[in-house]
């Protein structure tokens, strides 16, 4: 009996865990798109390359959040569960920029968020595959 206690136990503590990953990751992704409009625009050629920066950055992190978002039998680097969702957030973040005056949509930007994802998904594939695994 005290074993189906701890097991019960550790099911609600998992089940907490990724509820609050996934209430983490949707946080942090409405973030992403808000957080550019309350800094004032720098002028691009001051800004050019902390600004690539910037976008890879928070996508890399956002490619690790949404890995952990979901089960484990999900997470498959290349499962549409964990890619695809980065991928639409990275438009939707350079659409809704082209549509202010005081923000552009710069096709380098999404190629540095897409950077900062494919690296994300890279490294959590290494870890899985070679150092786990070992």
Do not use: C
Request: glycine letters at 6%; aromatic letters at 14%.
């Amino acid at each position: 009996m005290a074993g189906r206690g701890t097991e019960l136990n550790k099911n609600r503590f998992t089940h907490s865990r990724k509820k609050f990953i996934r209430i983490l990751t949707l946080l942090y992704a409405i973030f992403i798109l808000v957080f550019p409009y309350l800094s004032p625009p720098t002028p691009q050629e001051i800004s050019l390359p902390w600004d690539k920066l910037w976008h890879y950055s928070v996508y890399f992190l956002l490619a690790i959040l949404l890995y952990l978002s979901f089960p484990p039998e999900d997470r498959k680097i290349l499962n549409p569960n964990t890619l695809y969702p980065g991928i639409l957030w990275a438009i939707l973040d350079e659409s809704i920029q082209g549509i202010f005056p005081s923000r552009n949509m710069d096709i380098r930007d999404f190629l540095s968020d897409i950077g900062g994802l494919t690296t994300g998904f890279l490294i959590i594939y290494l870890i899985r595959h070679i150092i786990v695994r070992r």
